[in-house]
C-alpha cells in the first residue's frame, strides 16, 4: 500500500468554493461603492443650562469631490437694533425644496411677554412687496429664550437666492403687526 502526504481532495475542494465565495463577496462589495459618492453626516447639540450657557456643536465630513452647497448669509442689524449675531443658512434639499434655518443671538427675550418675532422676504420681482417667508403669519413666527436666542427653519419650494432680495427678522411687540420692527436684514446674493 502507497501512502501520499497532502491535502485530500474533499478539504480541498471545500477550500477553494470558500474563497471562491469570499471573493465574489469582496468583489461584489467593491462594485458597489463609486468613487464619487459623497458621505455627509451633520450634528448638531445645543445644551442650555439654567444660566443659558449654550454650546453648539458641528461636525461635518464630507468625502468626495463634491460640495455640501450650504451657503450662510451673516444678518445686519437695523440702525439702533440689539443683536450679537444672527445667521440664515439655505441648503438644497435633494428633491428640488430648499431648507432655510435662520439662528439669532442677543435679541430681546420673548418669554412670557407675549412678544414674538417675524421672518419675513422681500421678493425680487414684481412690486418687491414683504412677507412673511412660511406660508402664513404665524408660521414664519419664533420666539427667544430667556437669553435672547432664537432660532426658525422652513423649507421653501422657490430657490431664496432667485425668489427673495432679502430675508429680515422683525420684532412683533404683542403679536401687533402695526408695532412692527425690523431688528435685522441678511441680503441674499446668488452665491
Avoid: C
Avoid at 46 to 51: A, D, L, R
Avoid at 95 to 111: K, P, R
Amino acid at each position: 500500500m502507497k501512502l501520499r502526504s497532502g491535502v485530500s481532495t474533499a478539504a480541498f475542494a471545500g477550500t477553494a468554493v470558500v474563497l471562491l465565495i469570499v471573493a465574489g463577496i469582496g468583489f461584489a462589495l467593491y462594485l458597489t461603492n463609486s468613487p464619487g459618492t459623497t458621505t455627509s453626516v451633520t450634528t448638531h447639540t445645543e445644551t442650555m443650562t439654567e444660566t443659558m450657557s449654550q454650546t453648539t456643536t458641528e461636525m461635518m465630513t464630507t468625502s468626495g469631490s463634491s460640495t455640501s452647497g450650504t451657503e450662510a448669509v451673516q444678518f445686519t442689524p437695523a440702525t439702533g437694533q440689539m443683536m450679537n449675531s444672527g445667521w440664515v443658512l439655505i441648503q438644497p434639499t435633494g428633491s428640488g425644496d430648499y431648507a432655510v434655518s435662520i439662528y439669532a443671538q442677543g435679541l430681546e427675550s420673548t418669554q412670557g411677554t407675549g412678544n414674538v418675532y417675524l421672518v419675513e422676504a422681500t421678493g425680487t420681482s414684481g412690486s418687491m412687496t414683504t412677507a412673511p417667508i412660511g406660508a402664513n403669519e404665524t408660521a414664519s413666527e419664533f420666539e427667544t429664550t430667556s437669553a435672547g436666542v432664537g432660532s426658525y427653519f422652513v423649507i421653501l419650494m422657490q430657490n431664496p437666492y432667485t425668489a427673495f432680495e432679502n430675508i429680515q427678522i422683525v420684532y412683533l411687540p404683542g403679536m401687533q403687526m402695526t408695532n412692527a420692527v425690523v431688528v435685522a436684514t441678511a441680503t441674499l446674493a446668488m452665491p
